[in-house]
């Protein structure tokens, strides 16, 4: 639940370029906009590769109990249905008021040719699940992965992820595999093969990590924001080690939690939160924004931002509650979790 709500939080920012009845939202360069960036794009930069993590590590045990042909008909029913049905269904909305040829409907499903929710050319249709198709991406190469790791060890991580802190090959090699998820799904396979109960360790040091994470995650936004950079090396380091220092701390504190009951009712929801809300979240925004005009002062700024990241992902969840009390429907839409 708490990743899909920062992944919500992720797309709701709309300081920067925001815009309704045809003229530009401004939002003063101040301490409300810093709360809003600090959120939208430091601390919820966790998300996508705690999850990413977190598949690496299921993924092996998977592997190692059911072997590896299992795991891929499973992830077909499980990832691929899902994210072509959705896909499908954004589509549909996308297509109500713009002309798009065969071509670009097909590419849609990998990534739009006219930019996605956010304008960059790397997402599909449905521009949050752009993670689903990288992780369907990186199953695929699983069998290599587990094959460099058994022969590099630590050195194969380590490699990955001076590529990914220094930034010597961008973000995405091309759409659909990103160093981003390369390294987390091997470290969480890595993880699972040493087997050296690192995850009693991180749970009894969970206090400490926290703390050292959110120090991490403080002076990485405050260096971005002093120093007007997101490009320097020195920044890809501080934000490289929050999100590893970000994961550990994460999978200790949930490791002390009481999450299974949560985690078993809530699950399915959770996955309709991740592929629908953007479909609202634009007018929630909006409709929200109504009442404030176009100059808003620094409390209205984190009022609109959080207040539309809650009913946003409200309406998404109670979609999830409707649409399961259909067993074949949510079946259909989120795979059978």
């Known amino acids: 639940m708490p990743l899909a709500f920062l992944v919500v939080c992720v797309h709701a920012d709309f300081t920067k370029k925001f815009s309704y009845a ?5 939002c003063a360069y101040d ?78 499903f990998w990534f739009l040719p006219r930019g996605g929710i956010t304008g960059v050319l790397t997402q599909p249709w449905d521009g949050p699940l752009w993670f689903l198709r990288d992780l369907m991406v990186i199953f695929l190469l699983t069998p290599i992965i587990i094959f460099i790791l058994r022969k590099m060890g630590f050195l194969f991580i380590c490699t990955v992820y001076f590529i990914y802190a220094t930034k010597t090959i961008s973000w995405y090699i091309f759409p659909g595999f990103s160093i981003t998820c390369l390294l987390m799904f091997s470290l969480g396979i890595y993880l699972q093969m040493i087997d050296c109960n690192w995850f009693d360790k991180i749970k009894k040091r969970w206090l400490e990590l926290l703390v050292i994470t959110i120090v991490c995650m403080v002076i990485t936004y405050l260096y971005s924001v002093i120093e007007k950079d997101t490009t320097s090396l020195f920044y890809n380091l501080l934000h490289s080690t929050y999100i590893l220092l970000g994961g550990s701390a994460a999978l200790a504190v949930v490791g002390i939690s009481k999450k299974a009951y949560f985690m078993e009712k809530w699950g399915r929801n959770t996955f309709i939160v991740f592929a629908s809300h953007s479909l609202f979240l634009t007018y929630v925004i909006k409709v929200i924004m109504l009442p404030f005009g176009y100059d ?42």
């Open 296 to 337: 808003i002062n620094n409390i209205e700024t984190v009022f609109i931002y959080l207040f539309s990241c809650l009913v946003t992902y409200a309406i998404s969840f109670v979609l999830g509650e409707i649409i399961s009390r259909n067993a074949w429907l949510i079946k259909l839409l989120t795979g059978g979790r």
């Open 22 to 26: 045809g003229k530009q939202v401004n």
């Open 31 to 108: 301490i409300g906009y810093h709360i809003v960036n600090f959120i939208s794009h430091t601390l919820a930069d966790i998300a996508v590769p705690l999850f990413y993590l977190i598949s690496g590590m299921l993924c092996f045990y998977s592997i190692r109990r059911h072997g590896y042909r299992s795991l891929l008909e499973k992830k077909s029913t499980t990832l691929l249905l899902p994210y072509i049905i959705w896909n499908l269904i954004f589509f549909i909305t996308f297509s109500l008021d713009k002309d798009y040829t065969v071509y670009e409907f097909i590419k849609g």
